[in-house]
């Protein structure tokens, strides 16, 4: 089993940025593929990055492409999501989750399903 937590959430005015991590349990981080999703109140859920075990392979949805980097950190069990250029439409609660299935090379990775482990969410506001 994975735990999940995110962190490095809050306020902050368009333009700006943000780092988010997410901490996971346990010793086999490795062998999970990790993603973040977001929900907006009223809104489903929706895919925002993807990244393979190793970090090599990453994808990203169009609405964040050239501004949000997903990397992680295997020796520290972490994954993150660099955020920039933030606009009032990114203002989410941000989730990461973890997939032991997930082979981001054939393209699996961008839906919740795929997914087997999530964290609690950290909140994202964006203000204009």
């Known amino acids: 089993q994975v735990q999940l937590v995110e962190s490095g959430g809050g306020l902050v005015q368009a333009g700006g940025s943000l780092r988010l991590s997410c901490a996971a349990s346990?010793?086999?981080?490795?062998?999970?593929?990790m993603g973040w999703f977001r929900q907006a109140p009223g809104k489903e859920r929706e895919f925002v990055a993807t990244?393979?075990?190793?970090?090599?392979?990453?994808y990203y949805a169009d609405s964040v492409k050239g501004r949000f980097t997903i990397s992680r950190d295997n020796e520290k069990n972490t994954v993150y999501l660099q955020m920039n250029s933030l606009t009032p439409e990114d203002t989410a609660a941000y989730y990461c989750?973890?997939?032991?299935?997930?082979?981001?090379?054939?393209?699996?990775?961008?839906?919740?399903?795929?997914?087997?482990?999530w964290g609690p969410g950290t909140q994202v506001t964006v203000s204009s």
């Open positions: 989750a973890a997939g032991g299935s997930i082979a981001v090379a054939s393209g699996a990775g961008t839906r919740a399903d795929d997914y087997d482990y």
């Open positions: 346990g010793r086999t981080f490795s062998r999970y593929a």
């Open positions: 990244i393979s075990r190793s970090g090599g392979l990453t």
